[in-house]
Each structure stands twice: as structure tokens, then as C-alpha cells.
């Protein structure tokens, strides 16, 4: 098993910036990937970016390439969103997620509660 608690979200202006927070826990093997997803009010959950546990390996999705940035700090287990230059459509609650070795981009198998990120115009 895998526990996943992020933090870090909250209400801010268009092109401001926020760093989201992953701590992970439990059996280090199903936590080959780390990925950051996204769901917005009446749409499916999407992939936003993922990082692999050993080599660091990133990956994003298209529309979030120059703005946002994922990393990671092994000694406290812990994964990070940097979102720069927010605009409303970055609005949606967002969820970390591991998963055992795989396409980064998807079939996560554990998830966190999710953290609320509002961008207003």
C-alpha cells in the first residue's frame, strides 16, 4: 500500500504561481512513478505531469509545458508541483498519484485525497 498526502492549494489571481506538495508512504516498489492529475468541475480527471522515482525523469502534458514544473526530494519522500502563470482553466482540484513500473502517463493505482486550486480572473 501506498499513502499519498498533498497539499498547497488554495485561491489565487491569474498569473500568480503555487507550489503543490505530495507526501508519499508505504511500499516504495508501487511508487516507480509519481504523476499530478487534475479534475475540473464536469470534466474527466486529466494527466497533468509525472516524475520517476529513480532518474527524474519528467513528463507533462502539452498544455502545462513551460509553466508548470514537477520535482522531487527523495530524503523526504515527497513531490512537488510548481505552477507558474496560473489562468483560470488551471482551476480543478489536483491529485498526486503513484503507480508501479509503467507508462508514466497513466493506470496509477494509488491516489491522494486531492488539494483545491482556484484561479480567478
Known amino acids: 500500500q501506498v499513502q499519498l498526502v498533498e497539499s498547497g492549494g488554495g485561491l489565487v489571481q491569474a498569473g500568480d504561481s503555487l507550489r503543490l506538495s505530495c507526501v508519499a508512504s508505504?511500499?516504495?516498489?508501487?511508487?516507480?512513478?509519481m504523476g499530478w492529475f487534475r479534475q475540473a468541475p464536469a470534466k474527466e480527471r486529466e494527466f497533468v505531469a509525472a516524475?520517476?522515482?529513480?532518474?527524474?525523469?519528467?513528463y507533462y502534458a502539452d498544455f502545462v509545458k513551460g509553466r508548470f514544473t514537477v520535482s522531487k526530494d527523495n530524503a523526504k519522500n515527497t513531490v512537488y508541483l510548481q505552477m507558474n502563470s496560473l489562468k483560470p482553466e488551471d482551476t480543478a482540484v489536483y491529485y498526486c498519484?503513484?503507480?508501479?513500473?509503467?507508462?508514466?502517463?497513466?493506470?496509477?493505482?494509488?491516489w491522494g485525497q486531492g488539494t483545491q486550486v482556484t484561479v480567478s480572473s
Open positions: 516524475i520517476i522515482w529513480i532518474g527524474g525523469s519528467e
Open positions: 508505504g511500499r516504495t516498489a508501487s511508487r516507480y512513478a
Open positions: 498519484a503513484a503507480k508501479s513500473p509503467g507508462i508514466p502517463t497513466r493506470n496509477y493505482n494509488y
